[in-house]
């Protein structure tokens, strides 16, 4: 059984910066894809950013790029997300999930966290 935490949610001021991280348990020969994606309150889960594997391939939501950046941690199946320019509209629990194969769609993942709150007040 894969496990997947998340940590590193909170509340900030618009404008301010939050870094999440998320670690995926289990054996695998390449690693996993890790993603992250997002829900605010009425509204469906949305794609925020995604890494391969390798880390080689990173893709992102259309409303973060250029303010957030995922990348790998220093450990295997780990993932860092840093969220840079915040504003309200990104207040969300924000989950982190894990694939052999992953992609931008969050039913191309197998497993998931719990979720972490992401508060952005103005």
């Known amino acids: 059984q894969v496990q997947v935490v998340e940590s590193g949610g909170g509340a900030v001021q618009a404008g301010g910066s939050l870094r999440l991280s998320c670690v995926a348990s289990?054996?695998?020969?390449?690693?996993?894809?890790m993603g992250w994606f997002r829900q605010a309150p009425g509204k469906e889960r949305e794609f925020v950013a995604a890494i391969s594997p390798s880390g080689g391939r990173t893709y992102y939501g259309d409303v973060v790029k250029g303010r957030f950046t995922i990348s790998k941690g220093n450990l295997k199946n780990t993932v860092v997300l840093q969220m840079n320019s915040l504003n309200p509209e990104d207040t969300a629990v924000y989950y982190c999930a894990a694939d052999l194969v992953g992609g931008v769609n969050h039913g191309d993942y197998d497993y998931w966290g719990q979720g972490t709150q992401v508060t952005v007040n103005s």
């Open positions: 289990g054996r695998t020969l390449n690693g996993y894809a």
